[in-house]
């Protein structure tokens, strides 16, 4: 079983919809957990952290749930420039730790 | 967020031969680094991680006398693939730790190592 497991898409969305996806990780332990986005070629960057009581930073929600071993990203009012690929990222011990990612789920927002 | 920078951004090289890539905490000390390989299509992959002053952890089936880390400094770590292959082809991208903001790894551009 993978450690960090997300559907690949890609998902083709109209502009201004709202797309959500999920990712499932495998170790129980694990501490720490983020949405990265990665654009083509490019290295992944930072989009937001996900916390326990869930959290909201503009059009973009992400949630977590211990229990089933999940965590979710909302993006509301879909851009054009919103598409990238979305890396489900976890951290099983401390900030010190390499980080585990999933391969990715692709987004294409469509005019 | 804190910036790193890397280089070369690409490099085509015979086989056979070394190239070093180097990675750079700019605005912040990064007591670790993170060196990761992305193959096409894939996700990223650990390859080692890299403290200031001590010898890299390597990750299970990465070959450590390929791929020489040294972390000299607090904000340069440097990765040479040695007697480099076509299947070493692929996007090698650092990370340097910080506390600030989300407590979460910042990423260099990324080097993408062509070998004939």
């Known amino acids: 079983r993978k450690e960090v497991e997300q559907d690949p898409g890609p998902f083709n969305v109209p502009e201004g919809a709202t797309v959500a996806f999920n990712c499932t990780y495998s170790?129980?332990?694990?501490?720490?957990f983020f949405w990265y986005r990665q654009d083509c070629r490019k290295e992944p960057k930072l989009l937001m952290s996900v916390y326990s009581s869930g959290n909201e930073d503009g059009r973009f929600t992400a949630q977590l749930n211990r229990a089933s071993q999940y965590i979710s990203l909302l993006i509301r009012d879909s851009k054009l420039s919103d598409s990238a690929t979305y890396l489900c990222v976890v951290n099983t011990g401390g900030g010190a730790d390499g980080l585990t990612f999933g391969k990715g789920t692709h987004l294409i927002i469509q005019p | 967020g804190a910036v790193v920078s890397q280089h070369p951004s690409w490099v085509i090289c015979k086989s056979g031969t070394s190239v070093k890539i180097e990675c750079r905490s700019l605005d912040f000390q990064a007591t670790t680094m993170f060196w990761y390989r992305q193959f096409p299509k894939q996700s990223l992959m650990l390859m080692a991680t890299s403290n200031e002053g001590s010898k890299a952890t390597y990750e299970q089936g990465v070959e450590k006398d390929k791929f020489l880390i040294n972390h000299a400094s607090l904000t340069l770590s440097t990765l040479t693939v040695t007697s480099a292959h076509p299947e070493d082809s692929s996007f090698y991208i650092c990370?340097?730790?910080?506390?600030?903001?989300?407590?979460?790894?910042?990423f260099g551009p990324g080097t993408r190592l062509t070998v004939l």
């Open positions: 990370s340097g730790w910080s506390r600030r903001g989300a407590d979460t790894q910042y």
């Open positions: 170790n129980s332990a694990s501490q720490s």
